[in-house]
């Protein structure tokens, strides 16, 4: 079935530095794929999105691109603040509902 | 309005209380979840409705019962829970036929069952 991959956390990063969280992806169909972040305490919010391949998801600093020929949607920024420190979860989607990988902890320290 | 709300934000009840969550939108989306999030892990989808219809229930315990009154509100009736019940129940709705199927989640509700 469907599945989706991430790197394991935590990340600890230094505040300015560069972040790359991996995320790799099995799917039968060709599903949109999306990066997820959960702040302490709160629900998830949406923070790209991509729906076809080489489609690039952009928001708040953060990018992705939909890369069908490695199944990666790698997550970037080039300059990381302590208010980025959440959980990201990676996610595709496929038969009504959403696939979730298990989430990296980030945590940028100033 | 482009915001799930769920209520209440936090829930303690007794294993032989009943309770329920609620969750509004009024998006117009016409698909509706529950998901349940233990900590430090990514959310378990439950429940699915599509057009008020029960489309997908991912063989959830019958203490759990969901409702869909409407387009704009989703219930989970619970009933005899257990104490790894205690978790995050998120609420999300999507459009139905759009380009990508992106989740819009509400805040969530804290469940603990003593």
């Known amino acids: 079935g469907d599945s989706v991959t991430q790197m394991e956390g935590p990340v600890t990063l230094s505040e300015e530095a560069c972040l790359t969280i991996?995320?790799?992806?099995?799917?039968?169909?060709?599903?949109?794929l999306f990066w997820y972040v959960q702040y302490p305490g709160e629900g998830l919010q949406l923070l790209l999105k991509?729906?076809?391949?080489?489609d690039k998801g952009s928001n708040k600093g953060f990018e992705a691109t939909y890369r069908k020929e490695t199944t990666s949607f790698h997550l970037e920024k080039g300059s990381v603040q302590v208010s980025d420190s959440a959980v990201y979860f990676c996610?595709?989607?496929?038969?009504?509902?959403?696939?979730f990988g298990a989430g990296t902890r980030l945590a940028v320290h100033p | 309005d482009t915001e799930v709300t769920q209520t209440p934000k936090h829930l303690v009840m007794g294993m032989t209380n009943k309770k329920s969550l609620k969750c509004e939108q009024h998006?117009?989306?016409?698909?509706m979840y529950w998901y349940k999030q233990k900590a430090k892990k990514p959310p378990e989808l439950m429940f699915v409705?599509?057009?008020?219809?029960?489309?997908i229930n991912e063989s959830v315990p019958s203490r759990f019962s969901p409702e869909c009154p409407n387009s704009s509100l989703l219930n989970l009736h619970l009933h005899a829970l257990q104490p790894e019940d205690s978790a995050l129940y998120l609420c999300?709705?999507?459009?139905?036929?759009?380009?990508?199927?992106?989740?819009?989640f509400g805040p969530g509700t804290r469940l603990t069952v003593l």
């Open positions: 998006m117009g989306h016409r698909a």
């Open positions: 991996n995320c790799t992806y099995t799917a039968t169909g060709y599903p949109s």
């Open positions: 999300a709705s999507s459009p139905i036929g759009g380009d990508s199927d992106e989740q819009f």
């Open positions: 409705y599509s057009y008020e219809k029960l489309s």
């Open positions: 996610a595709l989607s496929g038969y009504n509902k959403l696939i």
């Open positions: 991509a729906t076809k391949a080489d």
